[in-house]
């Protein structure tokens, strides 16, 4: 162990878990470590600071370690400007990139700290004017500064909250063994609480929503302003709007038997649409009369309809480039505070990518894979609920009526 | 092709897939054949006939053919009586017993058909005093009369009902995208017209049951009549008496936390049982006031607790040994209709094998791979739904709750 | 039942459940029927014939029968050519199009039967110079003329092969309870045989397959030509290149330990390719010098990169807009024989999709709700092996390797 | 928070988590902290140290919380002796007892501590001549010395290596995308070097390991010492016993078809077994020459082979009484170093309630379900390998082969 260097971290450095992970990551990388100060936060609500010199075999060693220690709000003692290089070209990165996590992040630049802007996992920061700005590698342009190395960065991992919350820290286990019916009384009351203090909240959907007969809940939903922004795929749309036209999904009716005919449904769904022009000038013309895509349209609430291979015409609202389609939904995104996900593992992981961790997500499938996915792919503060959909999303806005009526009354008293 | 031999078929031949399978068995196995007669049943409601010539390499590959057809319905055209041979000991069996299947099974027999009684899969038939009797092998006595080869068997497979039902013919899909609103109203539908009709309901179930807050639910139903028998496993039982003594099921309370002191609760409530001397008499002392187990007593439905090397405990009712508590199964069996197994996959295909063909089986497990396993060890019959127990059962017996009333509220005009 | 109608069939039609079908179809739909002539096939190669007068409750009733009988084979007695309509706009379909299975279709036009070109699921048929083009949704043009009902259209569903095979009819069960050994040697002996016999095979996969540490075994088995074309998205090839050039996937390492820098190979990975123009660039320079993607372009194989929306990048060799990527696979697959699917349900539903039925498709994944929903979605013929990609791809290229060498030794003698 | 009380914590207290899950409990359960010294150990190999003041509202809370805290290892600051409670009845309990975890665990007693004898979890423990003894419920005798309380009751949990494992600490995440063929050699390194440490190697499996045809590489590992006792059920002998002698496991051959008669083969296996009067008979009579339970026998390593109600037959050597069953899996597990169990979540949840947390468990199973509820239900020190025992134990055998060829080759340089 011949390299040597001083980090320190600062927060609820225990219950938070941040020591723990810092001193397991010198381990698992073969490191040495010796803790020079820790002040350990007495009470509940005090924090803690440490300083740690970290060993490595040699520079290139003691780097890798410390470019780990970095994503986990380890700091480097002395500061220092971030440091910076020129993209030598369109989306080609200059060597030791910076790249994000989906944690708040700041860049030290003219001797102060600058939040960077619309940060999400796995991107690089380019600084521009003053402005530090979370950049994905397919935005890259010639000339870009990009931020190389960790020095003068700063991530501030999300903490545990002091008391016990459905979204607890740690507490994301994939579990069917839980009291279902408890479960959507707790999510009800978030999502009643998260809009009362001014939140924006986020569906994401799959089609299984609308061939599992959740899709009236979810217009509910959406029709009393518990969804601020939506987004799905052509499926969704297409499915909603062929159950409006002519009550099936996929030909499948609301007893779920196939009806004579089967997908051409489907088609005539899109077909119809493209005769209008468009959904909202089919709602317009007063051909569509309601459904998750009419609340949105008729609610104002955007909603984002990206492609995929598996679609069928595409609807004209559809963004059938998907890197169009992926900016939209960064751009959709911003501002949110809670995700709630819905029988899609495409989708789930696709925002879950553009999601900063303080984002409040919940994924709700039957497959637990869903949820292990998303987790897998860095969306580790998700909350899986494997349950059935069905049966799920009607219990819950029927959930949130009960809640909200209670109020209404008990204010009147 | 060496050998032939001429069988016969009668039924719904072709929308039962009697003769599809018939066919697809002789090819698969590599043998011939040539169709002497075939009657086709005209309309709906009329059966076909037909006579087919079997041809195999040998008389071993022939008889293996038969074997397999045998099961499928077909018989030889020359009517004999069974054979039999002696069981050389306990346990052990002649050379080429017959080896029942699940489907209604007759016995020709002094030139008569008998019925075989308590039919259900892979056991004997032993003939005794004009009697033909399903015996497990675990239960062949020495000296015992034992059916061998197919000779004088006619098995009667079920066939497609005329119209479509619920438990419809060839649906036995798993699939998790069906409108689970819907499909509980069917069943609903189902177990009340089973019981108007006289039917038995018996219902199997794990601990998810409990964990998942839907015991309230099982509860109700076993109060209301609609269960005639229950049969579980030790830590179903536990768990209820658990959550009805101390509000929890192992140690996890209805909203889903841990509360102190975690598996204490489940050893306490088997302790609390133990120091009564048994649930009936916790229930008779007024320890136990209500859960899945009081109202079975209480109702006096016969509920069957059969041990695992999981238990802890076990609780006095449990019947420990295996042996004993198959038997005790299949007796409380029989006679049995509908069939609701939820949430366990042991005691659901313990069940299965132990059911005729005939019976009316539903599979309810979020995990698909309880149903798919349920039908290859040869429940075919099973109906699998994957949904989540802890929404779904409170949502059927509201749904029960609601068409009863209706039911009531309609005759009153 | 007011409405009556004749219709014939033709084929192997008890074997492979064609007649079955069709009459389950009739009473499922509450429909009547009398079989007026029945000639069955008295031997294994002798194919039935059937003409069945179908009764319906009233015309609407009866048409919605008859389309459902039409898919399945049935025709019209009397022989008329095909109807078609105009389409009146783009993407805007006649009332009554005929919606097209993955079965061969024949449409009746000018006296005479045309088979209809690249027929796949979920398309229209258009007429055109004496040609019928399967044409999806999203090509229809104002003015083309579309094929309208049943008249003079015929399908020709797959027959169940006269002896039992790998790819057998009606064994698309998904088990995880295989001898798995075993069927990697029957699959190695499919693949080899359809090669000799100068059939083309599609691979279709996903990232797990470079994660599991199967991409060596796969760009083996296209290096020694038993792949025709290859269809994945982005993530394969960055991963793929990824490996390549830093020996990690996600910044995972062969033994599956995180190294430092975690997803940032994954960045670099692109941004060296965009750095060289296109992946071939950086072949040619050099620089990417095995894998997946390298032995395609070495091998002229063709290769399909679809686009979606949690791509990274994308890489330039990557089809963004989803429309453009569907009809680049369409023509890719095409005379395609065999697909074998690993590891994505996206891609594996979006090629099932564009495959006529007749194509042996083999989808490999360790969830079995990928194979479920593929046959779900209409892909009926595909034969599902729950396995581990990371074992079963390696013990495969190792299988075919020993066939081939035993094959040239014998062939030696 | 008027009740407070201290507590002191000792080991590698930051990186093992215990700590953090410390100061999460009290958090959670809604009570408060002071801590009053907190030493940190400095380098990797030092402990740590702490004191802390802990506070509830009341008494009840209190102990609550100190209850849970004793669980992760803390201890009241005074050191007393236990105190114990007689037990009043058969199976029935003293107020306030002592329920194990599965952690070391030491009692107080006459002024020294002493090691709880056979520890595991969720029982009680029984003072007795200077010894403690864990004792299952079903297992408490009227007149028994009960532990009750935490006072003068230690819990060691197990601490992080100071370096990275394959069995790693907090590592225990249930993936199918890990590189599968690098994990098999990893874990035929660990078996290897547990052996030649003269570790003991205990085997959980369920009949997916005939089925799947993996039987003959466990026989290999058997017969070249590789296990020293072996834990199954009556349905894996049967097939294994059933594959010897007829070459089919419920009558699939090795070529996964169904052969003729199907089933009955199993039951023959069974009663040729009943013939002999038990497999051991069978083996020296010369009519069992193979498989599993041959080698164990052949070898003598102990084999458990428990009933469940699933259970054809069952073979003589089976413990049909589940309490006895246990009883025998309980003493053939003491002294076991690793557990490997495959393919069964009945006997992996059921020995890992078994088995203290020093053992190395690794589930292996396809249905990653099984891995996820054997954590659950408290074995958090298992690894899950989600992948298919057919291909995965014939490679885990040849590698270990390979290894230990490689071994000898070097040794004799």
């Known amino acids: 162990m011949n390299e040597i260097c001083d980090i320190e971290m600062e927060g609820h450095l225990i219950d938070s878990l941040i020591l723990t992970k810092a001193l397991d990551?010198?381990?698992d990388?073969?490191?040495?470590?010796?803790?020079k100060t820790f002040r350990i936060g007495e009470k509940k609500n005090?924090?803690?600071?440490?300083?740690?010199?970290?060993?490595?075999?040699d520079s290139i060693h003691l780097d890798q370690i410390l470019l780990e220690l970095h994503a986990l709000g380890a700091r480097l003692i002395e500061i220092e400007d971030a440091k910076t290089q020129i993209a030598p070209g369109e989306m080609v990165v200059p060597k030791g990139f910076y790249s994000t996590t989906n944690h708040s992040t700041f860049v030290r630049y003219g001797g102060s700290w600058v939040e960077v802007e619309n940060n999400h996992m796995d991107c690089l920061i380019v600084l521009e004017d003053g402005?530090?700005?979370c950049t994905p590698l397919g935005h890259i342009?010639?000339?870009?500064r990009v931020v190389v190395g960790t020095t003068g960065v700063k991530v501030v991992p999300p903490e545990r909250p002091?008391?016990?919350t459905f979204f607890g820290f740690m507490s994301n286990e994939v579990s069917s063994e839980r009291p279902s019916g408890e479960i959507v009384k707790q999510l009800a009351g978030e999502i009643i609480s998260t809009k009362k203090s001014g939140g924006k909240i986020a569906v994401v959907c799959g089609?299984?929503?609308v061939h599992t007969g959740a899709a009236p809940a979810l217009a509910q939903l959406i029709r009393d302003s518990y969804v601020d922004v939506l987004l799905a795929g052509n499926a969704v749309a297409v499915h909603d709007i062929e159950r409006q036209l002519f009550g099936t999904s996929l030909g499948m009716n609301c007893s779920g038997s196939a009806t004579s005919g089967g997908h051409r449904n489907h088609l005539y769904a899109i077909s119809e649409i493209m005769a209008s022009g468009s959904i909202k000038n089919a709602i317009d013309q007063g051909k569509l009369k309601g459904g998750i895509i009419y609340e949105c349209i008729n609610r104002g609430v955007p909603f984002i309809l990206a492609g995929s291979i598996r679609d069928d015409g595409p609807l004209p609202e559809v963004i059938t480039d998907i890197v169009k389609a992926k900016?939209?939904?960064e751009k959709a995104l911003r501002g949110v505070d809670m995700t709630l996900m819905m029988s899609t593992m495409l989708h789930s992981i696709a925002v879950g990518n553009l999601l900063p961790s303080r984002v409040k997500t919940i994924c709700v499938d039957i497959n637990p894979s869903t949820v292990t996915k998303l987790m897998d792919r860095g969306t580790a503060q998700a909350i899986g609920l494997v349950t059935d959909i069905g049966i799920f999303l009607p219990r819950l806005a029927e959930e949130i009526d009960r809640m909200k009526s209670q109020e209404v009354s008990a204010s009147c008293v």
Chains 1, 2, 3, 4 share one sequence.
Request: charged share 30%.
């Open 25 to 27: 990551k010198i381990m």
């Open 29 to 35: 990388m073969g490191g040495e470590f010796q803790i």
């Open 46 to 57: 005090d924090t803690s600071y440490v300083q740690i010199t970290v060993m490595g075999r």
């Open 131 to 133: 402005r530090a700005i």
């Open 141 to 144: 342009k010639k000339g870009d």
């Open 162 to 164: 002091r008391q016990k």
């Open 207 to 209: 089609p299984a929503v």
């Open 327 to 329: 900016d939209a939904m």
